[in-house]
């Protein structure tokens, strides 16, 4: 399974960027795996910012909620991070995982920097 971000980049505070993670080697099973976007700033310990259960509807860290939207398309095997309002602590490098019972999967993540 692999799984490969893009969309990362230098934005202004207050502008939007939108982050995509193509998954591959999941098949047909893409569904059966929550998948998620998690962050790390610098000297900080990765944390969740949104997730979709395969069975549930969308959660997101408190800071986060009403600026970002993560967003599945099965018949793509892709997840989508829509970013808005972007604020300068939400600098950091992000990741896209996917997780089962059995297996937890990461990309290689992508630098998302909020500067003026």
């Known amino acids: 399974v692999q799984l490969v971000e893009s969309g990362g980049g230098l934005v202004q505070p207050g502008g939007s960027l939108r982050l995509s993670c193509e998954v591959s080697g999941t098949g047909i099973l893409f569904s059966w795996y929550d998948v998620g976007w998690f962050r790390q700033a610098p000297e900080k310990q990765r944390e969740l910012v949104a997730q979709?259960?395969?069975?549930?509807?969308?959660n997101y860290a408190p800071a986060v909620t009403g600026r970002f939207t993560i967003s599945r398309d099965i018949s793509k095997s892709t997840v989508d991070l829509q970013m808005n309002s972007l604020k300068p602590e939400d600098t950091a490098v992000y990741y896209c995982n996917l997780k089962s019972q059995v297996a937890d999967y990461w990309g290689q993540g992508t630098q998302v920097t909020v500067s003026s």
């Open positions: 979709i259960m395969s069975a549930g509807s969308p």
